[in-house]
């Protein structure tokens, strides 16, 4: 049998408001990855948006509905597998992106998940 890391999520409700809301729409709408902007696979910035921004979406369109840590994280292992094949800083620039995410809904800790998918 395969470890699935969220079954170390220690669930927990989220007090979601209009305020976080906006924030990840602010976070939706802005320019990601800049740093990857003169990479030498041009790609890899799109890759990484693309999955940020779905991510995003979801969060947004759903958190409401399902205002807890548990399903926040369930949402980032599905991006997290999406990105797997990406190179190290790729995968630490996603990483950073789900902690501000994590900021934005309060959530101060992972339980192992991002150190289990990108090894911090």
Same mark, same amino acid.
């Given at each position: 049998?395969?470890? /699935?890391?969220?079954?170390?999520?220690? !669930?927990?409700?989220?007090?979601? !408001? %209009?305020?976080?809301?906006?924030?990840?729409?602010?976070? =939706?709408?802005?320019?990601? &990855?800049?740093?990857?902007?003169?990479?030498?696979?041009?790609?890899? +910035?799109? +890759?990484?948006?693309?999955?940020?921004? %779905? =991510?995003?979406?979801?969060?947004?369109?759903?958190?409401?509905?399902?205002?807890?840590? =548990?399903?926040?994280?369930?949402?980032?292992? &599905?991006?997290?597998?999406? *990105?797997?094949?990406? /190179?190290?800083?790729?995968?630490?620039?996603?990483?950073?992106?789900? @902690?501000?995410?994590?900021? *934005?809904?309060? *959530?101060?800790?992972? !339980? @192992?998940?991002?150190?289990? &998918? =990108?090894?911090?």
């Amino acid at each position: 049998m395969t470890f /699935d890391p969220l079954s170390e999520v220690e !669930d927990a409700a989220l007090s979601i !408001d %209009d305020s976080q809301i906006y924030l990840l729409t602010e976070m =939706l709408q802005s320019e990601k &990855y800049i740093e990857f902007a003169d990479s030498y696979d041009v790609n890899e +910035r799109e +890759r990484l948006t693309v999955v940020t921004n %779905d =991510l995003l979406s979801v969060l947004i369109e759903k958190i409401r509905l399902n205002p807890t840590k =548990l399903f926040v994280l369930s949402e980032f292992k &599905y991006a997290l597998e999406k *990105i797997e094949n990406e /190179d190290t800083e790729a995968c630490e620039s996603f990483g950073e992106e789900l @902690g501000k995410i994590m900021g *934005i809904l309060n *959530i101060e800790s992972s !339980d @192992g998940l991002l150190a289990f &998918y =990108l090894g911090f």
